[in-house]
């Protein structure tokens, strides 16, 4: 003897409250299951019902999923690659990394925002191209908001333009990381540097001020080396490498700025952590190699470190 149903339709209504994306779409499956077959009738138009339901919310979920543009974190640091179409920023991504993205000589080539490891002194730290930063993004013109968002989770932002347009080239795509009021640590780099005779040093000058300003060109490994090093002063992190029973291994450690030898001493493990008493450094924060130091010494970018235990 199968529900009423008006009473059905009641507890269907009740079951789907405040239920989202796979939730909804599992109780709608149960209850369609629940329904007596009838073709014609009450039933067969609570089946068309729910069987509409269902594709809303299998819609709303792709919608909201379009919204949110979510990249997953992955290396050490999570650095944005901005600025205005065709500044060169996926072949970028691409000579940094070795992903295979489009490239191309008209705008918008990338609409969605595309992550890459990088290998930065042994340490993986993760690049994102954001693309199609419009006029009006941060109301969300153009899926601004999303995009924005993205830049909002990253750890620094890198600007690119190319060397041979104006710095107002810029202009909109600083303006609306601003009115989105978003602040991190960031550099300009000038890119396709190869294409101005003096490989971009004139537009150096014109650039306000960022923490640094990196000339570059895909065709130059040199100045991809240089924009690695930039890129790493960016991520606020520094490397230092673990040495024991005399041997340094290869894999770095990355700390943040400020990190002292109890720090390292806690990331090899925790009881290495609690037990250690101090270290012996070689590196730019020694002032000889194998200095012996204590706890609260605080390491440099490129330290080798032996931690000492009791
Ligand atoms: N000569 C030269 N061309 C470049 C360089 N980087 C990018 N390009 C060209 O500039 C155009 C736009 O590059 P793309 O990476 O798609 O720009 P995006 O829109 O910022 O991602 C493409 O035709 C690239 O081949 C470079 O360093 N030198
Ligand atoms: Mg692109």
Redesign the pocket.
Known sequence: MPMPHRTFAEVAKRRLVGKEGSERVATIRALLGELPGYRNGPYADLRKWLEGELDRTRLRAKVIHRDSLQVRREGAAQIALV?P???????LLQALSDIQIK???Y?F??LRPVPALTRIGAVLVQLV?I?GLIEGAHEDRGGGRALLGVLRNADAIVY?RAAGEPPAALDVVLREVAAAGIEKPAIVVL?????LPDGGAGATESTPAFEAVVR????DDESLDRLRDAIWALTGLIRVRPRRDGRVDDEPFALPVGATVADLAERIHHDVGRACTGGRVWGPSARFGGQRVGRAHVLADGDVVEALVR
């Not at 890119?191 to 294409?195: I, L």
């Open positions: 600025g179409p065709n500044a060169g920023k996926s072949s490239t191309g000589d705008p080539t990338t191209e693309p690119c890119t396709k540097a190869d294409e570059v060109s895909v065709l």
